[in-house]
C-alpha cells in the first residue's frame, strides 16, 4: 500500500537525529572539555559559545523522540521500555547540563555547576551512545511489545559505544571551539582535537569490525556481492575525510576541521543505516512493521514539509546571527 | 521485589507532570509580559519600560531552562512508562504532540537565544519582535498540550479497531469537546499566576523603599490584568465545569463528593468523602448549591458517584480537595485584586502597606491553584487514562517496578536539587533588582545581608 510513506518518515526522523548529533553534539562536546579549561574566563568564553544554540539545538532531540511517537509509535512503545534505564539516566544528565548554563550566570560560586555541567554532558554523551549500542545490539520483542530484562541492554558493546560517543562529541566540540574563540581556548582545543581525532577513528574501526563479527545480517550487508561493489567508498571516504580533518587541524584551519568532524559523524552515521536499514527495533522490526496509520503519517507529514523548512530558516538565522568569534573575557548574557 | 510497576509509574508521572507545570505555567504568562514591556518600550521609547524588560528576561532564562528540561522529559516517558498508552492512542495523540514540537518548541528555543544574547546584535524591533515570537510560541505549545490533553478527557474524531485508536476528522480530534475551555482556562491561569508573581515583586521593592518606579510600574501593569483576568476566570472555569459535567459527569460528581443522583446536590464547603460507606463526614454544607450553579436550578439533578460501580469512579477525597483548594485561590484572586484596583482607584495603593504585605507574600498562589486544578482533572478521569479507550492500569510499561523505584528517586533528588537552586537563583536575581548594569555593583554588595534577612527572601519563604 503506502510503502513509501514509512520511508519518507524514517528519513525525516533521521535527519533529525542527525541533526541533534551534529548540533548538541557540539554543546555537549564543549561540556566534555570544560574540565580541561585553565581558568574561570575560559569556561566563560567556552560556555558563550554555544549559549545562544544549545536551547534549539536540544529540541532536534524532543523531534527525534517525538518523531518515533508520531510516526512509529509501535516503535516507540517497544525501545522506550527496553532501553528505560539509559534513557532516563541521559534526560536527567541533560537536565543538569541545561540548568547548568543558566544558574550560571546568576551563581557566584561556580565549581558545583561547572562540575554539574561538564558530568551532566559527559553521562548524555555516554548514555546516547549505550543507546545506540543497545538498539544496534538487537531488542527482544513478543507480541509487539518489549520482551526482555530490564539490563539487557548492559553490554561491553554499549559501554564502548557509549565511550565512543563521549570522544566523538568531544572532537565536535573541540573543532566548534577552534572555529568559535580564539586565543589560549582555541589553542588548546586544536591539540585536543587531534587526540580526540584519532580515538573516533579507532572507535569507528571497532564498531566496524565488532558489529559485522556478532550480527551476520550486518556482515551480510557489507561483505556479500555486489553490495560491496556499491559500499566500499564508504570506509574509503572516511579515511580521505579523517586525513584531511587531520590536516586542516595541522594548519590551524578554521572553519573546515568542524565541518571535516561533522562529516565523520554522518559518515558513520550512513553506516549504521545502511547496518540496520530497514530495521528501526533490530534484528525484529522494520519501519513498515512499526509504522503509524497512514493517515496519522499523512497529516503529520503536511505540516512537517511546511514547518520544517521555516525552522531550518530561523535556525539558520539564528547561527548567522551569533557569527564570528567569542573573545576572551566576553561574558555570558 | 514485589513493588506494583503501575502505581510506581503512576507516581512518577505525577511528579515530573506537577513538577513541569510550574514553569509553563509562569514561562507563558511571562514570555507576554516582556513583550508588553518591549512594545511599550519601543513604542514610549522610555528607558524603564527597556529596564523592566530586562529585568525579566533574566529571570525569564532561568525559569524557561527548567521548563525545558523538564519538559523534555515527559515527552520520553510516554514510552518508557506508558508504552501501552503510546501504542494504543499513539496514532491520534502523537501527531498533537509532534505539531506542538515544530509550531511552538522550535519556535521559542530558537528566538529565546536573539531575546537573551541577541541585545547588542539586532535592531530593537527585532529584539522585541524575538519576545514577542517566544510569547507566542509558548501559547501555541499549550494550544498542542492542551489539545492533547483534552483529547485524553473526551475523545472525538476517531474510531476503535482491535483496541487501538484511528483519527477519522483531525478537526474533530483537536477541536474535541473540553478542549476550548481547558485551553482558555489554563492560558488565563498562566497569565494570572504571573500578575500574581510581578505584583508580589513589585510590593516587596514598595514595602523595602527600592527600585520605587519598577516596582510602582510593576504594581499597576499586574493589577490591570488581574483585576480583568481573576474575574473571568470565574466565568471560563464554570462554562469548563458546565461542559466536563456533560462529557465527564463522574468527576464533576467526585469534584462535589455527589453521591447520589436521584437527590440535588449540595455544595459541600468541608467534607470527608468516605468512599466505603458512600457518604460524607463531618460535611459543612449550602443546600442545594451544587444544582444551582450546574444545572441553574434549584433542584436541578446531576450524576451521582453511586451511578457507576466503584471501579470505575475516581478518588474522591483527592479530587474532592484539590477542586476546593483550587476555588479558594481563585475568590482570594478575584478580591485580592479587586481590592488592589480600588486601592489604585482611591489613590492609595502604593502607601497601603498592610495589603503590600499580603500580596508581597502571596505570589505563590497561582502556581498552586494551577497544581491543584490539573490534580482535580487528571486524577478526576481516574480510573481512566483515556477516558472509556483506556484504563490507566493497562497503559503501563513492561518494565520492572525496581527500575522504576529506582528513577523515581533518582527524579527527586535531582529535580529537588535543580528546583532548590532554581528558587534561590531566581530569589537573587528579584533581589538584585531591575536597574541597570552601572548600578549592579552596590546592590551586589548588599545582596548578602539583604538575601539573608527574611525580608529580602520573597522566593526563599515556601
Given at each position: 500500500?503506502?510503502?513509501?510513506?514509512?520511508?519518507?518518515?524514517?528519513?525525516?526522523?533521521?535527519?533529525?537525529?542527525?541533526?541533534?548529533?551534529?548540533?548538541?553534539?557540539?554543546?555537549?562536546?564543549?561540556?566534555?572539555?570544560?574540565?580541561?579549561?585553565?581558568?574561570?574566563?575560559?569556561?566563560?568564553?567556552?560556555?558563550?559559545?554555544?549559549?545562544?544554540?544549545?536551547?534549539?539545538?536540544?529540541?532536534?532531540?524532543?523531534?527525534?523522540?517525538?518523531?518515533?511517537?508520531?510516526?512509529?509509535?509501535?516503535?516507540?512503545?517497544?525501545?522506550?521500555?527496553?532501553?528505560?534505564?539509559?534513557?532516563?539516566?541521559?534526560?536527567?544528565?541533560?537536565?543538569?547540563?541545561?540548568?547548568?548554563?543558566?544558574?550560571?550566570?546568576?551563581?557566584?560560586?561556580?565549581?558545583?555547576?561547572?562540575?554539574?555541567?561538564?558530568?551532566?554532558?559527559?553521562?548524555?554523551?555516554?548514555?546516547?551512545?549505550?543507546?545506540?549500542?543497545?538498539?544496534?545490539?538487537?531488542?527482544?520483542?513478543?507480541?509487539?511489545?518489549?520482551?526482555?530484562?530490564?539490563?539487557?541492554?548492559?553490554?561491553?558493546?554499549?559501554?564502548?559505544?557509549?565511550?565512543?560517543?563521549?570522544?566523538?562529541?568531544?572532537?565536535?566540540?573541540?573543532?566548534?571551539?577552534?572555529?568559535?574563540?580564539?586565543?589560549?581556548?582555541?589553542?588548546?582545543?586544536?591539540?585536543?582535537?587531534?587526540?580526540?581525532?584519532?580515538?573516533?577513528?579507532?572507535?569507528?574501526?571497532?564498531?566496524?569490525?565488532?558489529?559485522?563479527?556478532?550480527?551476520?545480517?550486518?556482515?551480510?550487508?557489507?561483505?556479500?556481492?555486489?553490495?560491496?561493489?556499491?559500499?566500499?567508498?564508504?570506509?574509503?571516504?572516511?579515511?580521505?575525510?579523517?586525513?584531511?580533518?587531520?590536516?586542516?587541524?595541522?594548519?590551524?584551519?578554521?572553519?573546515?576541521?568542524?565541518?571535516?568532524?561533522?562529516?565523520?559523524?554522518?559518515?558513520?552515521?550512513?553506516?549504521?543505516?545502511?547496518?540496520?536499514?530497514?530495521?528501526?527495533?533490530?534484528?525484529?522490526?522494520?519501519?513498515?512493521?512499526?509504522?503509524?496509520?497512514?493517515?496519522?503519517?499523512?497529516?503529520?507529514?503536511?505540516?512537517?514539509?511546511?514547518?520544517?523548512?521555516?525552522?531550518?530558516?530561523?535556525?539558520?538565522?539564528?547561527?548567522?546571527?551569533?557569527?564570528?568569534?567569542?573573545?576572551?573575557?566576553?561574558?555570558?548574557? | 521485589?514485589?513493588?506494583?510497576?503501575?502505581?510506581?509509574?503512576?507516581?512518577?508521572?505525577?511528579?515530573?507532570?506537577?513538577?513541569?507545570?510550574?514553569?509553563?505555567?509562569?514561562?507563558?504568562?511571562?514570555?507576554?509580559?516582556?513583550?508588553?514591556?518591549?512594545?511599550?518600550?519601543?513604542?514610549?521609547?522610555?528607558?524603564?519600560?527597556?529596564?523592566?524588560?530586562?529585568?525579566?528576561?533574566?529571570?525569564?532564562?532561568?525559569?524557561?531552562?527548567?521548563?525545558?528540561?523538564?519538559?523534555?522529559?515527559?515527552?520520553?516517558?510516554?514510552?518508557?512508562?506508558?508504552?501501552?498508552?503510546?501504542?494504543?492512542?499513539?496514532?491520534?495523540?502523537?501527531?498533537?504532540?509532534?505539531?506542538?514540537?515544530?509550531?511552538?518548541?522550535?519556535?521559542?528555543?530558537?528566538?529565546?537565544?536573539?531575546?537573551?544574547?541577541?541585545?547588542?546584535?539586532?535592531?530593537?524591533?527585532?529584539?522585541?519582535?524575538?519576545?514577542?515570537?517566544?510569547?507566542?510560541?509558548?501559547?501555541?505549545?499549550?494550544?498542542?498540550?492542551?489539545?492533547?490533553?483534552?483529547?485524553?478527557?473526551?475523545?472525538?474524531?476517531?474510531?476503535?479497531?482491535?483496541?487501538?485508536?484511528?483519527?477519522?476528522?483531525?478537526?474533530?480530534?483537536?477541536?474535541?469537546?473540553?478542549?476550548?475551555?481547558?485551553?482558555?482556562?489554563?492560558?488565563?491561569?498562566?497569565?494570572?499566576?504571573?500578575?500574581?508573581?510581578?505584583?508580589?515583586?513589585?510590593?516587596?521593592?514598595?514595602?523595602?523603599?527600592?527600585?520605587?518606579?519598577?516596582?510602582?510600574?510593576?504594581?499597576?501593569?499586574?493589577?490591570?490584568?488581574?483585576?480583568?483576568?481573576?474575574?473571568?476566570?470565574?466565568?471560563?472555569?464554570?462554562?469548563?465545569?458546565?461542559?466536563t459535567l456533560k462529557y465527564q459527569p463522574i468527576k464533576i460528581a467526585a469534584m462535589e463528593a455527589h453521591w447520589d443522583g436521584t437527590k440535588p446536590g449540595?455544595?459541600?464547603?468541608?467534607?470527608?468523602p468516605?468512599e466505603?460507606?458512600e457518604t460524607?463526614?463531618?460535611?459543612?454544607?449550602?443546600?442545594?448549591?451544587s444544582?444551582?450553579?450546574l444545572t441553574?436550578?434549584?433542584?436541578g439533578l446531576f450524576t451521582g458517584l453511586k451511578s457507576v460501580p466503584p471501579s470505575d469512579r475516581p478518588?474522591v477525597?483527592?479530587?474532592?480537595?484539590?477542586?476546593?483548594?483550587?476555588?479558594?485561590?481563585?475568590?482570594?484572586?478575584?478580591?485580592?485584586?479587586?481590592?488592589?484596583?480600588?486601592?489604585?482607584?482611591?489613590?492609595?495603593?502604593?502607601?497601603?502597606?498592610?495589603?503590600?504585605?499580603?500580596?508581597?507574600?502571596?505570589?505563590?498562589?497561582?502556581?498552586?491553584?494551577?497544581?491543584?486544578?490539573?490534580?482535580?482533572?487528571?486524577?478526576g478521569?481516574?480510573p481512566w487514562?483515556?477516558?472509556k479507550?483506556?484504563?490507566?492500569?493497562?497503559?503501563?510499561?513492561?518494565?520492572?517496578?525496581?527500575?522504576?523505584?529506582?528513577?523515581?528517586?533518582?527524579?527527586?533528588?535531582?529535580?529537588?536539587?535543580?528546583?532548590?537552586?532554581?528558587?534561590?537563583?531566581?530569589?537573587?536575581?528579584?533581589?538584585?533588582?531591575?536597574?541597570?548594569?552601572?548600578?549592579?555593583?552596590?546592590?551586589?554588595?548588599?545582596?548578602?545581608?539583604?538575601?539573608?534577612?527574611?525580608?529580602?527572601?520573597?522566593?526563599?519563604?515556601?
Open positions: 500500500m503506502e510503502w513509501y510513506l514509512p520511508v519518507i518518515w524514517a528519513s525525516l526522523i533521521g535527519t533529525a537525529v542527525a541533526m541533534y548529533v551534529i548540533l548538541d553534539g557540539f554543546d555537549l562536546g564543549v561540556g566534555i572539555l570544560f574540565p580541561f579549561a585553565c581558568s574561570e574566563s575560559e569556561r566563560d568564553q567556552m560556555m558563550a559559545s554555544v549559549a545562544p544554540f544549545w536551547d534549539g539545538n536540544e529540541t532536534w532531540l524532543v523531534l527525534g523522540g517525538g518523531g518515533l511517537f508520531v510516526a512509529f509509535p509501535l516503535a516507540y512503545s517497544v525501545i522506550m521500555p527496553a532501553l528505560y534505564l539509559p534513557v532516563i539516566v541521559m534526560l536527567l544528565a541533560l537536565v543538569f547540563r541545561g540548568v547548568a548554563f543558566e544558574f550560571r550566570t546568576v551563581s557566584r560560586s561556580k565549581t558545583w555547576l561547572n562540575f554539574a555541567f561538564s558530568i551532566g554532558s559527559g553521562l548524555a554523551a555516554f548514555a546516547q551512545g549505550v543507546i545506540l549500542g543497545g538498539l544496534i545490539q538487537g531488542i527482544k520483542v513478543a507480541d509487539d511489545a518489549y520482551a526482555g530484562g530490564a539490563l539487557d541492554w548492559a553490554t561491553p558493546f554499549a559501554f564502548l559505544s557509549g565511550l565512543a560517543m563521549i570522544f566523538g562529541y568531544g572532537l565536535l566540540g573541540a573543532t566548534w571551539l577552534t572555529l568559535k574563540t580564539e586565543g589560549p581556548v582555541a589553542e588548546r582545543a586544536r591539540g585536543q582535537a587531534k587526540v580526540l581525532l584519532l580515538a573516533v577513528l579507532a572507535f569507528m574501526g571497532a564498531v566496524s569490525l565488532w558489529t559485522p563479527l556478532t550480527e551476520p545480517r550486518i556482515a551480510a550487508r557489507w561483505f556479500s556481492l555486489p553490495n560491496f561493489y556499491f559500499l566500499w567508498p564508504v570506509p574509503a571516504v572516511t579515511a580521505l575525510v579523517a586525513f584531511a580533518c587531520w590536516r586542516w587541524i595541522g594548519e590551524r584551519r578554521e572553519a573546515p576541521p568542524f565541518l571535516a568532524a561533522i562529516a565523520l559523524f554522518l559518515l558513520g552515521y550512513l553506516g549504521l543505516v545502511i547496518s540496520n536499514f530497514p530495521y528501526l527495533v533490530p534484528p525484529n522490526l522494520t519501519i513498515w512493521d512499526t509504522a503509524a496509520t497512514p493517515a496519522s503519517q499523512i497529516f503529520m507529514l503536511l505540516g512537517t514539509l511546511v514547518l520544517l523548512p521555516m525552522i531550518l530558516g530561523y535556525v539558520a538565522f539564528v547561527y548567522w546571527l551569533f557569527r564570528g568569534k567569542v573573545r576572551e573575557g566576553e561574558s555570558y548574557h | 521485589m514485589d513493588l506494583d510497576p503501575v502505581l510506581l509509574a503512576r507516581l512518577q508521572f505525577a511528579f515530573t507532570v506537577t513538577f513541569h507545570i510550574i514553569f509553563p505555567s509562569f514561562t507563558i504568562g511571562l514570555s507576554a509580559y516582556i513583550a508588553t514591556l518591549g512594545a511599550l518600550w519601543v513604542r514610549s521609547g522610555e528607558e524603564r519600560y527597556h529596564e523592566l524588560m530586562r529585568f525579566w528576561t533574566r529571570i525569564f532564562a532561568v525559569s524557561f531552562a527548567m521548563g525545558v528540561v523538564s519538559g523534555l522529559v515527559l515527552s520520553y516517558q510516554f514510552g518508557t512508562n506508558w508504552s501501552r498508552f503510546s501504542l494504543v492512542v499513539g496514532n491520534v495523540v502523537g501527531p498533537l504532540i509532534g505539531y506542538e514540537v515544530l509550531t511552538a518548541f522550535f519556535l521559542e528555543a530558537t528566538f529565546l537565544g536573539v531575546l537573551l544574547f541577541g541585545f547588542n546584535k539586532v535592531p530593537p524591533w527585532l529584539y522585541v519582535l524575538s519576545a514577542a515570537i517566544v510569547a507566542i510560541g509558548t501559547a501555541m505549545s499549550a494550544f498542542w498540550i492542551l489539545s492533547a490533553n483534552s483529547w485524553m478527557q473526551s475523545p472525538a474524531g476517531y474510531e476503535l479497531k482491535d483496541g487501538i485508536a484511528y483519527p477519522i476528522d483531525w478537526l474533530a480530534v483537536i477541536f474535541n469537546p473540553t478542549f476550548p475551555y481547558r485551553f482558555a482556562h489554563m492560558l488565563n491561569a498562566a497569565y494570572l499566576t504571573t500578575g500574581f508573581v510581578v505584583l508580589a515583586v513589585g510590593a516587596r521593592y514598595l514595602l523595602a523603599g527600592r527600585h520605587i518606579e519598577a516596582g510602582r510600574t510593576m504594581l499597576r501593569m499586574a493589577i490591570g490584568l488581574t483585576a480583568v483576568l481573576a474575574p473571568l476566570q470565574l466565568v471560563i472555569g464554570d462554562q469548563h465545569g458546565l461542559d449540595a455544595f459541600h464547603i468541608f467534607a470527608w468516605d466505603k460507606t460524607n463526614r463531618y460535611a459543612l454544607s449550602i443546600p442545594n448549591a444544582s444551582l450553579v441553574h436550578r434549584l433542584h478518588p477525597a483527592i479530587v474532592f480537595f484539590a477542586f476546593r483548594i483550587m476555588l479558594a485561590l481563585g475568590f482570594f484572586m478575584i478580591g485580592a485584586a479587586l481590592f488592589g484596583a480600588f486601592l489604585w482607584w482611591r489613590g492609595s495603593l502604593f502607601e497601603t502597606r498592610w495589603y503590600l504585605q499580603i500580596m508581597a507574600h502571596t505570589w505563590w498562589v497561582g502556581f498552586v491553584a494551577v497544581m491543584a486544578g490539573w490534580i482535580t482533572t487528571e486524577s478521569r481516574q487514562i483515556v477516558e479507550i483506556l484504563r490507566t492500569a493497562d497503559a503501563s510499561s513492561p518494565v520492572i517496578g525496581a527500575s522504576i523505584a529506582v528513577t523515581l528517586v533518582l527524579f527527586v533528588l535531582a529535580y529537588g536539587v535543580v528546583f532548590s537552586f532554581g528558587i534561590y537563583y531566581i530569589n537573587r536575581l528579584i533581589d538584585r533588582g531591575p536597574e541597570g548594569p552601572s548600578e549592579t555593583p552596590r546592590h551586589l554588595a548588599g545582596a548578602p545581608i539583604s538575601a539573608a534577612h527574611g525580608g529580602g527572601g520573597l522566593l526563599q519563604r515556601r
